[in-house]
Structures are given as C-alpha cells and as structure tokens.
C-alpha cells in the first residue's frame, strides 16, 4: 500500500527521490563489509514496491560512504546494476561528502550527488562558484546533483555583521547567515545548469538528545527552512521568492487562479 506522503507527491506531481524504507540510502557514513546481501535485497523490495510511482525519478544508493574504497566501489555498482535489471529507465545516485569528483566510490551510478556546506563547516560562501565551474572543466560528462548546502540557523539569534564563513562549532548561529548563505549560493546554482538538481538540507529542524547545538540542548540540526514549532525561517521566503521569479511559473499560477474562480463560479451557479 502507498503512503500518504506517496500519494500526494503524485497528485501534485513532484518529482521523488525515492528513500529506502525510511532511510534516506541504502547504507549511510560507514560499511562493515556485510551490507552486501541485505543491501541489495532491500533496493531490489524497494523498486519492485514503488515501481509504478510516477513521480519517482531516481533511486538513492549510498550517502558518504568512503572506507574501505574497493569494497563500497564494489557495492555501489552492484546496487547500480541491480537498479538497472529491474528499472532501466530510471536514474540512479550516490552521494560523496568530500566534492572531489576523483573520489575512488565515485561514478558507479548514473548521477553523482557532492554534499558541500561552503562557510559553514568549510571554506567560503564564494567558494562555491570556483568549484562548480572546476568540475564544468575537468567533468563535462557527469550529472552532478549538489545533494546537500545550507547553514544552521536559530531564529533567536541574530545579527548584522556578516562575513563569509562561521564556525558552526560555536553556539551561535545567526539566521541572518543562513538567509545570506542561501541567496549567494542560489544565485551560483541558477546560472549553472551543469548542477542538475540541488537540494537544500533540510525541510524542518530536529534534534538528538545526545548533542547540543545552537545554544540549545538536545539539538542537531538547526539547517531547515522551518523551526521545530513550524514557524519559517527567511530562507523559506527567499526560497519562494526565487520560485516565483522562475519563467513561465508566473503565468502557470496565473492560469490555476483562474481556473479555481472558474470552477468557483459553476457552483455558484449550480446552487
């Protein structure tokens, strides 16, 4: 049976990374050498169970998974394979923390996803840039998704004085940075189309009780675009902003706006 979650992404025609039973890939951070057989067994219950989702575009294989290199190499292919024995029209993915392209897990899959967090926990927020336009270069061939950016925000903290990195170490974490962090790296990511997705980390804040971040306890991640109590952050307004300046978006609401007064009308009449 699909989920609820399923069933509207389809109705509104979302486009899905599938997630591997409530896990978001298959194997996560680290492999002892025994994933293999319980791996593939759950890849191959996963696509023959949501196969005839039509908002399903890509199948997730592994995220930041690097020692022992021969043995996750080995296992991303085989997933791959597998991937392409049961579904050979959709994409696959696996996901690199390190956003070196050369990496030896990386290129086993049809899309390479980078996870890079540039002025939080590396770099320079324009450093972003530089990076993109190196892979453009060197891998003119790769479907790059970058899979994971952003900053930690606390919405009761801020401030006016920004650079252009922050040590997230530190209890501080001002949404003003985030809000600065999204709206340079957006404005990369919109004039290269070589990045074919990206994915802003993540849609709501949660926590674990064994760590504290932010100045709050039991906190991990603090990088969403709505507070624990859902109340939204300025980055999720400068998200839409961006949408609705998208071409032909303007014209697309334009168009169910009039539809709903349309439908609006005929029953009124009816009554």
């Known amino acids: 049976m ?28 680290r492999v002892t050498g025994y994933e293999a057989e319980n791996a593939q067994s759950q890849l191959r219950e996963l696509i023959r169970q949501s196969f005839n989702h039509p908002s399903i575009y890509v199948w997730g294989l592994h995220n930041e998974v690097y020692q022992p290199h021969e043995y996750t190499t080995g296992l991303t292919q085989a997933l791959h394979d597998l991937a392409k024995t049961e579904d050979p029209d959709r994409y696959t993915v696996a996901v690199n923390g390190f956003g070196h ?12 996803g980078m996870n890079r967090y540039f002025g939080w926990y590396e770099k320079k927020l ?4 530089p990076w993109v336009k190196g892979l453009e270069e060197k891998y003119p061939w790769q479907k790059l998704m970058l899979t994971e950016y952003g900053a930690d925000a606390n919405p009761d ?27 340079y790296q957006w404005s990369v990511i919109s004039k290269h189309p070589y990045i074919i997705a990206s994915y802003l980390w993540n849609m709501f804040d949660f926590g674990v009780p064994m760590w504290s971040r932010g100045g709050v306890p039991a906190r991990l991640e603090w990088k969403s675009q709505h507070e624990h109590q859902w109340r939204r952050k300025f980055g ?36």
Do not use: M
Request: net charge negative; hydrophobic share 35%; charged share 20%.
């Open 126 to 129: 324009q450093d972003i840039e």
């Open 2 to 29: 699909p989920t609820i979650s399923s069933r509207i992404i389809c109705i509104l025609a979302v486009i899905h990374w599938d997630l591997s039973f409530g896990l978001k890939y298959l194997f996560v951070n």
């Open 157 to 183: 903290h801020q401030t006016e004085y920004l650079g252009y990195a922050l040590n997230w170490g530190k209890p501080f974490y001002p949404e003003t940075f985030q809000t600065k962090t999204h709206e």
């Open 101 to 112: 392209a050369e990496h030896p897990v990386n290129q086993n899959a049809d899309i390479q």
């Open 236 to 271: 999720y307004v400068l998200r839409v902003s961006a949408i609705y300046q998208r071409p032909g978006f303007a014209q697309r609401r334009r168009q169910e706006q009039l539809q709903q007064q349309y439908q609006s009308s005929d029953l009124s009449d009816e009554g």
